[in-house]
């Protein structure tokens, strides 16, 4: 079922494909068979869109949850940024390979936050693929991404990232677990200052 709520570009594509050809069939025979066809392109193409459009998936939801928490660091709100990550998250660098867990309260109150303020921090995520997304067990996905740190007048810092989102009690999908690495890298373990 995952498939059909959170398709591949391909099938969009595929889709797109049948639906373009049967418009231009019909367009030019203008038989009934022609406009049915086209018709069955047109239906299948809304259907997929309205199915997809109609539930998210755990990696749809996951990568929905890393942008708010994003935008979240961005402003640096802390109490937004707690509402997308579980009651502990184990965060993982090359200071603490071993994972270094963190309550929620703990993470409202971290000095990072004053370190985003007083530099003025912008903070970013993108480069979300497919690629960089493991299902670790039904209730486990874990997502690849890039995060980037901009302090005012300072160049750039990117970190590669791997969020581990666990199903909670109530369905949600929440950030547990977070590994921080080189962005050329993408085995390495990196340092981020005062992090965590």
């Known amino acids: 079922m995952d498939f059909f709520i959170d398709p591949p570009r391909w099938w969009y594509l595929l889709l797109g494909g049948f639906l373009v050809i049967s418009g231009a069939v019909a367009s030019q025979k203008q038989s009934k068979r022609a406009t049915l066809a086209f018709g069955v392109a047109f239906f299948l ?18 990568v929905r949850r890393t942008f708010m928490i994003g935008a979240s660091a961005d402003a640096k709100n802390p109490d937004a940024f707690v509402e997308h990550v579980a009651d502990t998250v184990t965060v993982h660098t090359a200071d603490a390979p071993a994972g270094k867990p963190l309550s929620r309260d703990e993470l409202k109150k971290h000095p990072f936050w004053d370190l985003l303020r007083k530099n ?77």
Do not use: W
Request: hydrophobic share 40%; proline share 7%; no cysteine.
């Open 120 to 196: 003025n921090v912008k903070v970013s995520v993108a480069d979300f693929a497919r690629e960089d997304v493991v299902e670790i067990d039904a209730n486990t996905i874990e997502i690849g991404f890039l995060g980037k740190g901009t302090p005012q007048g300072l160049p750039t810092i990117p970190v590669y990232m791997k969020g581990t989102f666990k199903k909670q009690p109530g369905g949600s999908y929440k950030l547990s677990a977070l590994k921080l690495y080189d962005h050329l890298d993408r085995k390495k373990l990196a340092t981020v200052p005062n992090f965590p």
């Open 45 to 62: 193409m809304l259907l997929a869109f309205l199915v997809d459009k109609s539930s998210e998936s755990p990696r749809e939801e996951a």
